[in-house]
């Protein structure tokens, strides 16, 4: 029993060395802040399951430096018991009224924002945030939607919306730029 212990203690432990690898392999080539590669990442390797908090608190260790209270805090988790899920977009957005209207709005943060917006149907409120935040085809707010396209779970709503607005992407970066040269300037995101 006690070569079995040892080999399940080694399996662990490199099941957990994979895991790490993997994390890191998927948030190196985003070109983001942390907040919203650990999300990215998380969403790869575990999707909107629960997991338990300890596997949060050690994945926030592997190549970041990131707390669990600031993911707790932006409504990056949803807590049960010891348990905790990934929120998705509508989850954030309910917490959070002001969700990625602010200078200091991770870049996770304005695309759940964006993605609430093209639910609603109101592309006029929809273009004019995509003006501040997203203005230009090379804007980085598009590849970080297409790294979270990638890995979103096929068929969930957060899919079907971040499909939806990268479906209509050319349009609406049309639309926020004649809806910007149309309207005074007013005040800012900051961004």
């Known amino acids: 029993t006690d070569i079995t212990e040892l080999s399940?203690?080694?399996?662990?432990?490199?099941?957990?060395?994979?895991?790490?690898?993997?994390?890191?392999?998927?948030?190196?080539?985003?070109?983001?802040?942390?907040?919203?590669?650990?999300?990215?990442?998380?969403?790869?390797?575990?999707?909107?399951?629960?997991?338990?908090?300890?596997?949060?608190t050690g994945i926030t260790k592997v190549g970041l430096s990131i707390e669990v209270s600031l993911l707790q805090q932006h409504h990056i988790f949803e807590r049960n018991g010891n348990k905790?899920?990934?929120?998705?977009?509508?989850?954030?957005?309910?917490?959070?009224?002001?969700?990625?209207?602010?200078?200091?709005?991770?870049?996770?943060?304005?695309?759940?924002?964006?993605?609430?917006?093209?639910?609603?149907?109101?592309?006029?409120?929809?273009?004019?945030?995509?003006g501040q935040v997203a203005p230009t085809n090379d804007a980085s707010f598009w590849r970080i939607c297409t790294a979270l396209a990638e890995v979103l779970p096929s068929g969930c709503d957060d899919h079907k919306q971040l499909t939806g607005l990268l479906t209509n992407k050319e349009s609406l970066i049309r639309e926020a730029q004649r809806r910007k040269q149309e309207t005074p300037e007013q005040g800012t995101l900051g961004l």
Do not use: P
Not at 18 to 32: G, P
Not at 42 to 50: D, K, R, S, T
């Open 84 to 130: 905790e899920s990934l929120s998705g977009y509508q989850v954030r957005c309910l917490a959070n009224q002001k969700l990625g209207t602010q200078a200091t709005s991770f870049a996770i943060d304005r695309v759940h924002k964006a993605m609430s917006l093209f639910e609603s149907g109101n592309r006029a409120a929809l273009t004019e945030y995509l």
């Open 8 to 56: 399940l203690a080694h399996a662990k432990e490199l099941l957990e060395l994979a895991r790490e690898a993997a994390f890191n392999a998927i948030i190196s080539d985003i070109d983001t802040d942390e907040v919203t590669k650990f999300y990215i990442g998380w969403l790869n390797l575990y999707g909107f399951a629960e997991a338990e908090h300890d596997d949060v």
